[in-house]
């Protein structure tokens, strides 16, 4: 069983910087696909980040791109959310989640098998 926690969320201003991190915790995490998503109150959630488990290779979706930035220490089983630029829109709670499943599959949710609680990340105007 894998085992995800995320950590790092707060309140920023716009324009300001957030770093989110998730520990993750069981025998094969170094090896499966990682992701971050993000669900904001009357929204559907939203795919927001994802690399393979080398960190090779990342996805970001387009409403993030240039201002986010994914990356994983496989030594610490950690993945973390560069978050610049912030914007009022990006208020939700960010997810983290894991998957066996190839990064081409990642950009939707019900591909991951398993999930954080989420922290929530609030940008003021």
């Known amino acids: 069983q894998v085992q995800v926690v995320e950590s790092g969320g707060g309140l920023v201003q716009a324009g300001g910087s957030l770093r989110l991190s998730c520990a993750a915790s069981?025998?094969?995490?170094?090896?499966?696909?990682r992701g971050w998503l993000r669900k904001a109150p009357g929204k559907k959630r939203e795919f927001v980040a994802s690399?393979?488990?080398?960190?090779?290779?990342?996805y970001y979706g387009d409403n993030v791109k240039g201002r986010f930035t994914i990356s994983r220490v496989n030594a610490r089983n950690t993945l973390y959310l560069q978050m610049n630029s912030l914007k009022p829109e990006d208020t939700a709670v960010y997810y983290c989640?894991?998957?066996?499943?190839?990064?081409?599959?990642?950009?939707?949710?019900?591909?991951?098998?398993?999930w954080g609680q989420g922290t929530q990340v609030t940008v003021s105007s």
């Open positions: 690399l393979t488990w080398g960190g090779a290779n990342t």
């Open positions: 069981g025998r094969t995490v170094s090896t499966l696909t």
């Open positions: 989640a894991a998957t066996a499943k190839p990064l081409i599959v990642t950009k939707t949710s019900r591909e991951y098998d398993y």
